[in-house]
């Protein structure tokens, strides 16, 4: 540490140039260390958040097809990475972007769901989805009650 006489007689201490640099680029260490921990955590939890928000999407069309009693369409926009979700000529009640590496492949069920105002689904069948063509599964429809689920393949 560096001692300077103040005017007064006193002695002022301050730290030297070095040793502030050398503090700063410890930080600086430290802090890209843990950045780098938060994107890999954040890659990690993508498709988990997807498919979670996804099927609580559904179910919540579902939900609104029946105490509506007015049936519900949910529209898949592959290449722009949203759906929505509409009742009627058009009302929507929700739009939802989703990442930009998830991959929805229509296959079976077409772009287009739509709940009957029974809760069921009109017509059964799969979509695939994967994340950066590493991550592959399966959106499987089932024909009757309007269930679904998700299975890795």
């Known amino acids: 540490m560096m001692h300077r006489k103040h005017r007064n007689g006193g002695h002022e201490q301050g730290f030297t140039l070095v040793e502030s640099l050398l503090v700063l680029s410890l930080v600086s260490v430290i802090l890209s260390f843990t950045i780098l921990k938060i994107a890999q955590i954040e890659e990690k939890h993508v498709t988990k958040n997807f498919f979670s928000q996804l099927t609580n999407d559904l179910l919540f069309a579902q939900q609104y097809a029946m ?11 592959t290449s722009n990475h949203y759906y929505r979700i509409t009742q009627g000529s058009g009302n929507e009640l929700l739009k939802r972007t989703y990442h930009e590496d998830i991959r929805v492949d229509p296959r079976t069920m077409g772009t287009l769901l739509i709940f009957h105002t029974s809760g069921s689904i009109q017509k059964s069948g799969m979509m695939g989805i994967s994340y950066k063509e590493q991550e592959n599964y399966r959106l499987v429809f089932q024909l009757g009650k309007g269930r ?4 890795a393949i």
Do not use: L
Not at 68 to 74: C, E
Not at 148 to 151: A, K, N, Q, T, W
């Open 67 to 77: 105490s509506t009693k007015r049936s519900v369409a949910i529209t898949f926009s």
């Open 148 to 151: 679904f689920y998700v299975e």
